[in-house]
């Protein structure tokens, strides 16, 4: 099996012309994710269409702006909700490829909203699936977080939830491959918290819920290039996980803002110490490539497309955790990937 390369390598990995004449669909389009997504496949390939389909329609008016139908012929804005069933099936027609990246992620909001997550980050996902297979969609690439793994808050067990249907979709579905991509927090996205700490900077002091917390980090562009690979290479079934740098949320601090007073205010709700992106218990499931892993499914019909794999099976006891990642960026590294070396 061939798979996808790490984030950030000197060639992105994937076939020249793969997206070339193919209509693809993202969902939850209008986001950073999707900003970026389009930007990267408008500047690689030559799609029949692009469309971008989200609920927030001031969101695509502005992204209309940035990518506009006259500039890019091939651009299509979609207004709709994962939740809505019949608006999919209208979406989905004539599509050969998803990326699915619609969901609720502002963990604190899902302790105290749960319905909420649970009616978009799982009914949606079911909906994508079911529509997908309907309208004979050919590949659908669905976006999880390290949250999935071992989770201990809402949000998270939502997004493993929304995992386990994609993957168990290949078992179910005569038709099409459904894969997942799982990696950490996205550098300076909306839910970073490095837009905070440069904030806070302005009042001379930082707050940190934890100053053993750590996490996995990822750039926007290395996210968006391991999800076209991913893309690409998926036979369906698959959770990629990108071999990504970990971070000390004090080492961050320091990187953001030396002269600051750090104050310590407690873990929020639902909130890990340290991110997983393989839990221990998948371990038996997980082959290791030299950018990234894949957790295999269980199901042995689906495996039967993963024979012949060159990957190397992990340990027993690995376990992938920003706690223990060999690869942990320092303060001068952290300073040199945010700009301010």
């Known amino acids: 099996m061939t798979t996808a390369g790490a984030p950030g390598s000197s060639s992105d990995g994937t076939e020249p012309n793969m997206l070339n004449g193919k209509t693809i669909l993202i969902t939850g389009g209008t986001g950073s994710f999707g900003?970026?997504?389009?930007?990267?496949?408008?500047?690689?390939?030559?799609?029949?269409?692009?469309?971008?389909?989200?609920?927030?329609?001031?969101?695509?008016?502005?992204?209309?702006?940035?990518?506009?139908?006259?500039?890019?012929?091939?651009?299509?804005?979609?207004?709709?909700?994962?939740?809505?069933?019949?608006?999919?099936?209208?979406?989905?027609?004539?599509?050969?490829?998803?990326?699915?990246?619609?969901?609720?992620?502002?963990?604190?909001?899902?302790?105290?909203?749960?319905?909420?997550?649970?009616?978009?980050?799982?009914?949606?996902?079911?909906?994508?699936?079911?529509?997908?297979?309907?309208?004979?969609?050919?590949?659908?690439?669905?976006?999880?977080?390290?949250?999935?793994?071992?989770?201990?808050?809402?949000?998270?067990?939502t997004k493993l939830c929304s995992d386990k249907l994609f993957v168990a979709a290949n078992a179910f579905i005569g038709q099409g491959a459904f894969s997942v991509v799982r990696y950490g927090n996205v550098l300076g996205s909306r839910g970073s918290v490095v837009p905070l700490f440069l904030k806070q900077r302005e009042t001379g002091a930082v707050s940190v819920t934890d100053p053993r917390m750590t996490r996995f980090w990822i750039t926007l562009e290395q996210g968006v290039d391991f999800v076209l690979k991913c893309l690409e290479n998926m036979r369906g079934g698959e959770i990629f996980v990108p071999k990504l740098p970990s971070m000390n949320i004090m080492d961050l601090a320091a990187a953001l803002c030396p002269e600051c007073e750090v104050k310590v205010i407690g873990i929020r709700p639902g909130e890990k110490i340290h991110e997983v992106m393989v839990p221990l218990a998948d371990a038996r499931r997980t082959i290791e490539f030299k950018n990234n892993y894949v957790i295999l499914p269980d199901d042995a019909d689906i495996l039967t497309r993963f024979e012949g794999s060159p990957g190397t099976p992990v340990s027993e006891d690995f376990e992938y955790s920003s706690g223990d990642n060999p690869w942990q960026l320092s303060v001068d590294e952290l300073k040199a990937l945010l700009g301010m070396a």
């Open 35 to 157: 900003h970026k997504c389009t930007e990267t496949i408008l500047a690689r390939y030559q799609p029949k269409k692009l469309i971008i389909f989200s609920r927030d329609e001031f969101k695509q008016y502005q992204m209309s702006l940035k990518f506009p139908v006259a500039d890019h012929p091939c651009m299509r804005y979609f207004i709709g909700d994962v939740r809505d069933k019949e608006r999919l099936q209208r979406a989905f027609q004539g599509v050969d490829y998803i990326i699915h990246a619609a969901a609720l992620k502002q963990v604190p909001a899902a302790e105290y909203n749960p319905t909420e997550f649970i009616k978009t980050n799982i009914n949606g996902a079911q909906n994508v699936v079911n529509v997908a297979a309907d309208r004979g969609v050919a590949k659908v690439l669905a976006l999880s977080t390290d949250k999935a793994a071992n989770p201990v808050n809402l949000y998270g067990a």
